[in-house]
């Protein structure tokens, strides 16, 4: 429980202090965020369900912060956090095999440029979104070469991150449909869920990939990590 309230007060202080009020191009709502290293790191370092409370209840904390909608937070929000980075601390301690790891760290990485390419195609992101994409993914990929062990963590990462994103981009949707989003928008078209996931996993992902193994390693070295 005390990893649990340290996992959820640095999320939500960090989130806040972060908090740069950058939004989804065009549809708004979600947030730049890249705070999402410190319940990543709980997850890995200590267990999927620390990480996913500490998730869950910082990100509630920060949203009634920012926007102050409950129903949002607790309907959207909480349960993409939760599961999410749950799943990172699952993944990190199922995924072994070298090459499984590469594999679905190959799988993702292109899920997302089709995704990506998808919205661009379709004239809904412009040209710089797709380069800032491609900083995003170059940052992502490097601490994979320079780091072996980096790689079980990113992918661990990238594929939590995945479902929390799909859950905000089609949650946040299915909210407008019925609700008015707290940017005043409402009944947002199908496509904007897309927008929201890759926007929401391309920010986030290599704040993940870059701070979360060496801070792992600097909490192995110190003891601090439980067993497996």
Not at 2 to 18: H, N, Q, R
Not at 91 to 115: P, W
Not at 136 to 148: D, E, G, I, N, S
Request: aromatic share 14%; proline share 5%.
């Amino acid at each position: 429980m005390s990893l649990v309230a340290l996992c959820a007060a640095l999320y939500a202080v960090l989130g806040y202090l972060t908090y740069l009020g950058l939004f989804a191009p065009v549809i708004g709502t979600v947030r730049f965020w890249p705070s999402v290293f410190v319940p990543a790191t709980f997850a890995v370092a200590f267990s999927p369900l620390i990480g996913g409370l500490g998730a869950a209840i910082g990100i509630f904390i920060s949203d009634m912060a920012v926007h102050g909608n409950p129903l949002l937070s607790l309907s959207v929000g909480v349960p993409a956090n939760f599961l999410g980075f749950y799943a990172v601390g699952a993944v990190y301690r199922l995924a072994r095999d070298e090459r499984r790891v590469l594999a679905g760290i190959a799988v993702e990485l292109v899920a997302t440029v089709l995704a990506l390419s998808a919205l661009y195609y379709a004239r809904i992101l412009d040209e710089s979104f797709v380069v800032a994409s491609a900083v995003a993914l170059a940052f992502t990929v490097t601490p994979m070469v320079v780091a072996r062990q980096s790689r079980r963590i990113v992918f661990a990462g990238s594929t939590g991150l995945m479902l929390g994103s799909a859950i905000i981009g089609v949650g946040v949707w299915a909210y407008s449909q019925f609700f008015v989003l707290p940017t005043g928008q409402a009944q947002l078209p199908a496509w904007a869920a897309l927008v929201w996931f890759v926007w929401t996993y391309l920010t986030e992902i290599p704040f993940i990939a870059l701070f979360v193994p060496p801070t792992v390693r600097v909490l192995e070295k110190a003891g601090l990590v439980f067993e497996e």
